[in-house]
């Protein structure tokens, strides 16, 4: 069914649009997702509407259509007129790790079923093209060999479609009504947040639609800033396994127990040396009696980190002291490995601090 004509449908579209990108921007919390950009710059701009990253490093460039004019389904020439093959085959050349989708409630069955088939063939070009293609219904032969004709492929030269395997293993047709896209977002809602599945609901819809998030990063660190704004607080289940709410967690941890003097921070010439360092990716030993003010540069470092959304851990090593290796000591902190590996996994590209304050309880 079409929409309503006017402004109705366009009100429509962008619903299904913001609802897709506040899903994926849920998986940034359930670290599915690394990050997650909306209407990307550049060469990630051409057919994108949300550039996800995933936490394996994948990046997938996504397209979401709610209709399709006043057709129920997608056929081959739709998808040739919206030029959704030409981009796709750019974005796909680039590297190997990039994957493509069209996101819809209309059904495609033919492309769906070429990406499974894709993904479940022997290898072997005879098998692929020869049973899996050719021993199918002539409707369905047409629209591979149209689908090749699209992306520039000569279903006849084996390299071709070799090609076109490697296409399609790395096309994704998703299909999601826009009654389950809202079930998906409010169940995934109620599972990460403590507070009123409307209440973040909302707070979610205004950072799509009135944040300046346009061709930026959309990370946890982003995420987190945003919610502790808005005074929404995120679930922390037992057995949980995500990474960034145990940081968070560690990290209010070694906060709680300072208390700055009355007149507040006092700005030390080490501050700025321990900040030139982080910007250099350098390590910094901090020494000095007691009363120096040790503990109020490495709280300055913290508010640092927080201002600049640099994803950062602090532990004192006489609360949590380290046993046997950093991947066990990492386990015993309940992260998934060492601490290095676990801030790594949320940061990426980013630079992230580390913070290992009472160094002398190891002796």
Known sequence: ??????????????KYE????????????????????????????????ILVTAFDGQKE?????????????WDISDLKAKDIFSTWK??????????????SPMACSFLF???????????????????????????????????CVAMDLDCDKDVDVLKSIDYLKRIFYKQI???????????????????????????LLSFVVAEDILGKQITQSVLCDY???????LRLKDGDKRIAPRINEINREYRENFRALQGGLIHREEFDDCIKAIENEKSTIISGSAGYGKSGCTEAILNYCEERKLPYIAIKLDRRIPHKNCEIWGHELGL???????????????NAVIILDQLDALR
Do not use: W
Not at 124 to 129: H, L, S
Not at 336 to 350: D, K, Q, T
């Open 177 to 203: 009504s826009e009654y389950e896209l809202q079930e998906r977002v409010n169940q995934n809602i109620q599972y990460l947040f403590s507070s009123e599945q409307k209440v973040v609901y909302n707070a």
């Open 18 to 49: 913001i609802n897709c990108i506040i899903y994926e921007i849920l998986k940034i919390l359930d670290e599915t997702n690394y990050g997650v950009i909306v209407e990307a710059l550049g060469a990630d701009e051409l057919g994108t509407d």
């Open 336 to 350: 998934p490995g060492s601490i290095v590996h676990s801030i790594h996994c949320i940061s990426r590209n980013e």
């Open 61 to 73: 460039h996504q397209q979401c259509k709610a209709r399709n004019a006043s057709k129920e389904h």
């Open 113 to 147: 079923d070429l990406h499974n088939r894709a993904c479940n063939t022997s290898g072997k070009i005879e098998d692929f093209y020869s049973i899996q293609i050719m021993k199918s219904s002539k409707e369905f032969q047409k629209f591979y060999k149209s689908f």
């Open 227 to 233: 919610f502790i704004k808005q005074g929404i607080v």
């Open 90 to 103: 750019v974005q796909l050349n680039r590297d190997n790790s990039r994957r493509v989708s069209l996101v």
């Open 1 to 14: 069914m079409p929409f309503e004509k006017g402004g109705r449908a366009d009100k429509q579209g962008n």
